[in-house]
């Protein structure tokens, strides 16, 4: 799992204050999030002699900007596809670099902005992004007014 913002590891706040963080590109490395599985899955395919398979992935498309500077997130901080290029490039390079990868598997297909509501939340905003296809998961419409994501789906079913 990896997001753009999520709560501060080594300050996580309360269950109702929580401290968030942000990291930039470099910081939490997503540029290179393909040569980072794909080293990964070398050093146990050397090391255990075995294929590896990589269970849910999960990157979130959301991003947040700390407008106000206040540390607290508010809705209008957060961009919902904020951070769809990362995650685009993200699930490129695991397709396109995927030889020492016997598989992998995406955790989320659809958004859920009700996922945890009310619960603890390391992603906090972000855990309604983790999708792949964008949807409001209510029944106003027959097809619950689901939406693909940039080209998401062309990359990781091509």
Do not use: C
Not at 59 to 83: F, M, P
Not at 98 to 111: C, H, P, Q, W
């Amino acid at each position: 799992m990896i997001a753009q913002f999520s709560r501060d590891p080594s300050n996580p706040g309360t269950w109702d204050n929580p401290n968030p963080i942000s990291y930039n590109d470099d910081e939490i490395g997503i540029n290179y999030f393909g040569n980072r599985v794909n080293n990964l899955a070398l050093f146990l395919k050397n090391n255990l002699n075995k294929p590896v398979f990589l269970a849910y992935v999960m990157l979130a498309s959301g991003s947040w900007n700390d407008e106000n500077n206040d540390g607290i997130i508010q809705d209008n901080e957060v961009n919902k596809t904020g951070w769809i290029n990362e995650v685009h490039n993200g699930y490129s390079q695991l397709m396109n670099n995927t030889k020492n990868l016997f598989g992998f598997t995406i955790m989320n297909l659809f958004d859920d902005p009700n996922h945890d509501a009310g619960g603890y939340q390391f992603f906090m905003q972000n855990e309604y992004n983790f999708g792949i296809i964008t949807s409001d998961i209510q029944d106003k419409q027959l097809t619950g007014n689901i939406k693909e994501k940039d080209n998401l789906l062309e990359i990781i079913f091509k």
